[in-house]
């Protein structure tokens, strides 16, 4: 099985500049969710999709972040203008329903990580 | 969402059983207890899950006693590839609910 899937791996850009990250989620999992890790810290949620909605979106900073899920399948999560404090780890997470054959756990992809220089 | 309280680190010596507590003193009836682990470079990874008293898997055991208010995750003879932030989670299970991630625990395996 196929796991989560992000690009790009590390991406360095000006404050200022816009930058976007990826999302392919594992095949059938509804629930998508980024995290933000800043080092040295646990994961932040900034968004949690279900199919293509927003569940959950309040700690999403949305005078600069914004995300999308077309078609309820991969997603793109934009940065425009970005910070120095922006620096960080976006991580792409998805989980399906919770049942007896499952936990519903959390499956993370590799991380995308951002440089603001 | 019920708060998890975890020590901020541990150090432990390959061989040795190291055992990590979570409080969650405000857990509700519905929740589960789950924990993941975290390597340098990659996104954290489920490690066990438990509802009441003890799970264990090929990896881990969980205790949970029936105040169900803490958890304990054992890992049995560290080596230093277990060397990792940890991370207790207690959380509903409910279809689409929400992951909360604290600071974890980082755990050091020394030789």
């Keep these: 099985e196929a796991g989560v899937a992000q690009s790009p791996r590390y991406k360095i850009i000006e404050k200022r500049q816009s930058v976007a990250f990826w999302c392919n989620p594992i095949s059938g999992h ?84 951002l440089t603001v220089l | 969402l019920a708060k998890t309280t975890q020590p901020i680190s541990m150090d432990s010596y390959e061989g040795q059983e190291v055992n990590i507590t979570c409080s969650h003193n405000n857990i509700a009836t519905n929740d589960y207890i789950t924990w993941y682990q975290q390597f340098p470079s990659q996104g954290p990874r489920f490690i066990i899950q438990g509802y009441k008293t003890k799970v264990t898997n090929e990896v881990a055991s969980l205790f949970i006693p029936a105040d169900r208010k803490s958890s304990t995750l054992s890992l049995p003879r560290v080596s230093l590839s277990d060397t990792a932030v940890y991370y207790c989670l207690v959380g509903d299970m409910s279809y689409g609910q929400n992951f909360v991630f604290g600071p974890g625990t980082r755990l050091s395996v020394l030789p």
């Design chain 1, 30 to 113: 509804a629930t998508l969710y980024w995290y933000q890790q800043i080092l040295g810290q646990g994961p932040k949620l900034l968004i949690q999709f279900q199919n293509n909605g927003v569940v959950d979106d309040s700690q999403l900073p949305k005078d600069r972040f914004s995300a999308e899920r077309l078609k309820g399948v991969d997603s793109t999560l934009k940065i425009q203008p970005a910070k120095l404090e922006d620096s960080a780890v976006y991580l792409c997470a998805s989980s399906s329903v919770p049942g007896q054959a499952n936990t519903g756990e959390l499956f993370f992809g590799e991380g995308s990580r």
